[in-house]
């Protein structure tokens, strides 16, 4: 029903930043409300939230690892989701992968149903 393809991951320095992308397709989300979020997994960690948007792109959570770096925004018209990555650390190197459901926003990956493959963002030192 719905499928989502991230992009915009990368090599960086530290400091340096990064604009992800998630384009959405599939009926169900351009006709339904759909919220949005981010999360990333570094190797040998658990899979972590880092950031979520409403339909209406009116509330919007962050984890506080990225607070005041990273913003999170949507573009319905495009049904597409951005991740703004500013400030990047070496530690917000992982796998970040775009989620999406039928819900108001959350931080718990359980809530979403639709996952896209994820890209990889690297930040060197």
């Known amino acids: 029903q719905v499928q989502l393809e991230e992009s915009g991951g990368g090599l960086v320095q530290a400091g340096g930043s990064l604009r992800l992308s998630c384009a959405a397709s599939?009926?169900?989300?351009?006709?339904?409300?759909?919220?949005m979020g981010w999360f990333r997994q570094a190797p040998g960690k658990e899979r972590e939230f880092v950031a979520a948007?409403?339909?209406?792109?009116?509330?919007?959570y962050y984890a506080d690892s990225v607070k005041g770096r990273f913003t999170i925004s949507r573009d319905n018209a495009k049904n597409t989701v951005y991740l703004q990555m500013n400030s990047l650390k070496p530690e917000d190197t992982a796998v970040y992968s775009c989620a999406a459901d039928r819900s108001i926003p959350s931080t718990s990956e359980a809530v979403y149903g639709y996952w896209g493959q994820g890209t990889q963002v690297t930040v060197s030192s």
């Open positions: 599939g009926r169900s989300f351009t006709s339904y409300s759909y919220t």
């Open positions: 948007i409403s339909w209406s792109g009116r509330t919007t």
